[in-house]
């Protein structure tokens, strides 16, 4: 297996230093969305962890892989190839060549990520892919996820974790599900279905979801997207003048 970057780009002179920023949280606090703004706002590049793991996990689904089956999830985790683009402005993800980015937001996978993400061979694969990434980002890079200030990337210059009440997650991941579906939402069925992807990624015995010691917190019930970004613009902007 193994992960690029596509986004190229030169460091001027007089560019800030490269930051790595980790932004974690559990689903439906804006992370994808606060993620891809504050890199393409600063001129960093952009890692979905997320997508990362529902790539294998497709791959794992039309490969006939009993996703329950840890023991035949953890011998294929080495056989496809996973290339994720870094330019927040078209983010990409292709496997073996084919791009994903469709297929890996089906319910389907939606439904399986949590058990293939919960096998330590995965996560030990896909962290290496991401390591790499951030590693190899010459003007910084925003990598977002559930166990990135705690385990990717426990050096990160500046790690962020959003939170945000039940409702507001289940509101909002309702208002995405029926903008791409135009399908009426069960918000109750959905918030159920977030408390309990929270609990199988924070109960996990690897690399559970939780806030990293050294993270700020950010509570986004109450807030707007652009409230968001904007408060983790100024985070990474005022790292970016300490350094």
Known sequence: MAA?????????????????????????????????????????????????????????????????????????ADRPEILSGTDPAE?????????????????????????????????????ELQRAIAAGAPTGIVVEGRDIGTTVLPDADLKIFLTASPEARAARRGGELKGSGGRPVDLDATREALLRRDAADAGRKTSPLRKADDAVEVDTTELTLEQVIECVVT?????QQAR
């Open 4 to 76: 690029t970057s596509r986004q190229a780009s030169s460091v001027s002179p007089d560019a800030p230093a490269p930051v790595i920023v980790a932004i974690d949280g559990p689903s439906g606090t804006g992370k994808s969305s606060t993620s891809r703004a504050v890199a393409a706002k600063l001129g960093l590049s952009y890692l979905d962890t997320g997508a990362q793991y529902r790539a294998i996990t497709w791959w794992m689904l039309t490969h006939d892989i009993d996703v329950k089956d840890t023991e035949a999830v953890a011998a294929a």
């Open 91 to 127: 983010p990409t993800i292709t496997v073996d060549g084919a791009d994903a980015s469709g297929p890996i937001r089906t319910q389907e996978v939606t439904g399986a990520v949590s058990a293939v993400s919960a096998v330590p061979a995965v996560r030990t694969r896909i962290t």
């Open 235 to 239: 985070l990474v902007e005022d790292k």
